[in-house]
């Protein structure tokens, strides 16, 4: 099937200006500025399926927002090539855009002056969707993001996580194929993000929009997307499948023993303790070398054993692995 993103050596360069300290130091870069360029993406490639949900992840100032940005038309590449459904963002905005839906967590594309279904109303205005479309859109959105008790609240009184609905809604208001969500739970209590995420498996499963998220948040990372995308330094430095990426970064498994008593000697073959508090100890393994139930058999043998849990490494584990080789200074 063709690629519904396609993205070939993109870069973007920043020029910043360089400024000095002090009183003097300002005056001097404001009138002499040292600029420096700075590459904010630095030479990307992918290709997403359509209907793929895609975590786009990274360390803060990895690139994250500058790539979102380029592949919705807001920002011009230096380098490299984009085409999002087979159109190029930067020779045909206007057609990309009545593609695509896009949410910026930091910012709202929401009238704070009108009452949320009235933005909605003006956005269908402004962007000529088709009225019948329109409402089952609305209709199915209200539903799914549960947006019926604050429909005829004004923008400036919902809370973010109300607000952060209604922008999802809006942007989806045009049925779009593809969605970026940048940070789209950012700051949500538990029901925001519930409501968000369900609502992201439901347009996926329904209509097979394609999704690509940036998030901080690991969990919705885990609960959503199928393939990770992890940047750093305007670089992709890992790119599949979420369950391979954590089982090749993380080859280790813990295993957390409690002793009915204290013991002298915890030793065993294929194992190491790392931790110990009191009568729990911790013993990391790999998973190639023993199996965790070849583990638990053997620590039984030489141990009063209380109780005993494996513990599965994580997505979190899994990027802080990433951060960890990829850091630099
Ligand atoms: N308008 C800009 N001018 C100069 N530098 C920028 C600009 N926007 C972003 N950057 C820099 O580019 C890098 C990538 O930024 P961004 O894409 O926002 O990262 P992320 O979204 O992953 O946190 C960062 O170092 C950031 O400071
Ligand atoms: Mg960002």
Known sequence: MDAVIEVKDLMKEYIIVKKESGLRGSIKSLLFPKKTKFNGVNGISFSIAPGEIVGYIGPNGAGKSTTIKMLTGILHPTAGSIKVCGISPQADRKAVVRKLGVVFGQRTQLYWDLRLGESFELLR??????????????????????????????????????????????????????LFLDEPTIGLDADAKHAIRNFIKEINRTRNVTVILTTHDLDDVEQLCSRIIVVNNGKIVEDGPIGSIIHKLTPHRMLVVELQKPCQDLTTPHATVVKQEGLKIWYQFEKESISASELIAALSQKLPIQDISVKEPNVEDAIREVYKTTATV
């Open 125 to 178: 205005r402004i962007y000529q969707i088709d009225q019948a479309a329109y409402e089952e859109n609305l209709a199915i959105l209200t539903d799914v993001l549960k947006l019926q008790d604050f429909m005829n609240t004004p923008v400036r009184q919902l809370s973010l996580g109300q607000r952060m609905r209604g922008d999802i809604a809006a942007s989806m208001l045009h049925s779009p194929s593809v």
